[in-house]
């Protein structure tokens, strides 16, 4: 059974950082592309960015480029989002993701959900 713990959310001004991670097991976690999707408040939850099984491509939606970078660790079993120049409007409920498939798109192809991480950025 795939279990995916999300950590690292909480509260930032804007223009500040935070470093999600999101730590799996009960899978062969080299073989999974992962990512990140967010939901805000009274919206659907969304693509965030997508990283393949070997770490050697990743994908991000248009408003997080530049800012976000998504990275890898298949040695611990580990994917980390690493969030900077936050704005008020990357305030959302944080979700890892695994895809069987291993190549990080499209979104569609993400099966297995973390239970979520909540970010705040306050202006």
């Known amino acids: 059974q795939v279990q995916l713990v999300e950590s690292g959310g909480g509260s930032v001004q804007a223009g500040g950082s935070l470093r999600l991670s999101c730590a799996a097991s009960?899978?062969?976690?080299?073989?999974?592309?992962m990512g990140w999707f967010r939901q805000a408040p009274g919206k659907e939850r969304k693509f965030v960015a997508g990283?393949?099984?070997?770490?050697?491509?990743?994908y991000y939606t248009d408003s997080v480029k530049g800012r976000f970078t998504l990275s890898r660790d298949n040695a611990k079993n580990t994917v980390y989002l690493q969030m900077n120049s936050l704005k008020p409007e990357d305030t959302a409920i944080y979700y890892c993701?695994?895809?069987?498939?291993?190549?990080?798109?499209?979104?569609?192809?993400?099966?297995?959900w973390g239970q979520g991480t909540q970010v705040i950025v306050s202006s």
């Open positions: 993701a695994a895809d069987p498939t291993g190549w990080g798109r499209p979104a569609s192809s993400f099966g297995s």
């Open positions: 009960g899978l062969t976690f080299s073989n999974f592309a």
């Open positions: 990283i393949n099984w070997s770490g050697g491509s990743t």
